[in-house]
């Protein structure tokens, strides 16, 4: 594999881009051509009913008005399931993977320690089935798959935030690989196609910190060599509030109408540290002035200038 450094954006298109979306694609390309490296577009939109095919259309453009470019065609994940496939069937073949019956309503109802966002530890109800009961319940139910994780820890340094460590078995439990309804889940696609596609740096929120050790457990055991990972801070309007999908306000349709595109990048540039005054700016100079000992650690705020007069 080539030592040329290779990165990504990778959205999820279940609604219109919001800036902190576009902060997260701003340092990731920044950071990829400061090193005159490649640079993917990845659409992650395997929950298709979540993700219809126009909101991919609308990424691609909202990215593109911004003026970023990529080395290679987009990838779309609703059209890799088979590669997937192939990979789940890999780690079966190694005994890690069994079927999973539980009910989300059983999950919650247990006493296993909560880990937020309507997830717990799996406290491993279905691991020690024995294929005649799993053939039983497959009757009534369609099972989730679910990887089997040791109890060690796994450590790894993040650009920004450092030393990073998580016990397998005590902070995420087994988790799923393929859903009860046959859609495959966020940690094996990200790492099947980051890997198939050269990936060696990924940039992305800090609130996928926690999820890094499991990637790394699956890169491991599909003999994939590990990226260098970077997270950055969460984005915050300018009263501190988290930016989502449902802040219209917010939002590339709402903003293109009040800023020009080198604006916007300039509002976001400042707000990282990476430029020191808040102006208009272009990805071309963002690049040359480009460094990760810039970027700020805490969480960053959006200027009031973003928000006054909606």
Request: glycine letters at 6%; hydrophobic letters at 35%; proline letters at 5%.
């Amino acid at each position: 594999m080539s030592d040329r450094v290779t990165g990504r954006f990778a959205p999820t298109p279940s609604g219109r881009l919001h800036l902190g979306n576009l902060l997260c694609c701003l340092l990731a390309y920044l950071s990829v051509r400061s090193q005159d490296g490649r640079f993917l577009l990845r659409i992650e939109d395997l929950d298709v009913p979540r993700c219809p095919h126009r909101l991919s259309l609308q990424a691609i453009e909202d990215l593109s008005w911004f003026g970023f470019r990529w080395d290679e065609e987009p990838l779309f994940q609703s059209e890799r399931s088979a590669i997937y496939q192939q990979h789940l069937e890999q780690l079966q073949k190694q005994g890690l993977i069994y079927p999973c019956f539980c009910t989300r309503a059983q999950l919650m109802a247990s006493a296993a320690p909560n880990l937020g966002d309507t997830q717990v530890v799996y406290q491993r109800t279905c691991a020690t089935l024995t294929p005649e009961e799993a053939e039983q319940l497959a009757q009534t139910r369609r099972p989730a798959m679910r990887l089997r994780v040791p109890d060690e820890v796994v450590t790894f340094t993040d650009g920004l935030y450092g030393v990073q460590s998580e016990n397998l078995a005590k902070d995420c439990g087994d988790f799923i690989l393929r859903r009860s309804d046959g859609l495959f889940g966020y940690q094996l696609a990200v790492v099947v196609d980051d890997a198939l596609s050269g990936v060696n740096e990924v940039v992305r929120g800090r609130d996928i910190l926690s999820a890094t050790p499991r990637q790394i457990y699956l890169l491991k055991k599909l003999g994939y060599p590990l990226p260098r990972y970077v997270h950055i801070p969460l984005l915050m309007d300018a009263d501190g509030r988290r930016l989502a999908k449902r802040d219209k306000d917010l939002d590339l349709t709402a903003l293109s109408r009040r800023f020009t595109a080198e604006e916007l990048l300039g509002k976001l540039a400042f707000s990282s540290g990476i430029l020191p005054e808040e102006r208009p700016s272009s990805l071309e100079e963002l690049t040359r002035l480009f460094d990760w000992q810039k970027v700020k650690q805490e969480d960053m705020r959006l200027p009031r200038s973003l928000t006054k007069d909606i």
